[in-house]
Nanobody, 129 residues
Framework: QVQLQESGGGSVQAGGSLRLSCQAS????????MGWFRQAPGKEREEVAG???????????ADSVKGRFTISQEDAKNTLTLYLQMNGLKPEDTAMYYC???????????????????WGQGTQVTVSS
């Protein structure tokens, strides 16, 4: 099963930018889909951005981040990395951000987003006003 490690979180002021990375390792087959999720204290986890690799790289965004966030994927030298470029950050973007992927095994893709599957430990993003 694929292992995922996020990085790139931090503290920024409103209007600032961050770029999150999620490095995948231990996989033998390309994931069917990968995505970014976030969870703020006291709130449910929500989808942020997803890429349906099996469907030719179709990308989906939550309405709250459209036009500000960009998901991308790089597959180089047998290393797969998922990115989330976040611009125009707002205080309401403050959350723990998680990367997830679906490879052969448990889990499935729904609307281009992983359901179940493999998850990273998360990286904290804090946006101050």
């Amino acid at each position: 099963q694929v292992q995922l490690q996020e990085s790139g979180g931090g503290s920024v002021q409103a209007g600032g930018s961050l770029r999150l990375s999620c490095q995948a390792s231990g996989y033998t087959d390309m994931p069917y889909c990968m995505g970014w999720f976030r969870q703020a204290p006291g709130k449910e986890r929500e989808e942020v951005a997803g890429i349906d690799i099996d469907a030719g790289g179709k990308i989906s965004y939550a309405d709250s981040v459209k036009g500000r966030f960009t998901i991308s994927q790089e597959d180089a030298k047998n290393t797969l990395t998922l990115y989330l470029q976040m611009n125009g950050l707002k205080p309401e973007d403050t959350a723990m951000y998680y990367c997830a992927a679906i490879t052969p095994g448990p889990g499935y893709c729904s609307g281009g987003f992983p359901v179940g599957g493999s998850w990273g430990q998360g990286t904290q993003v804090t946006v101050s006003s």
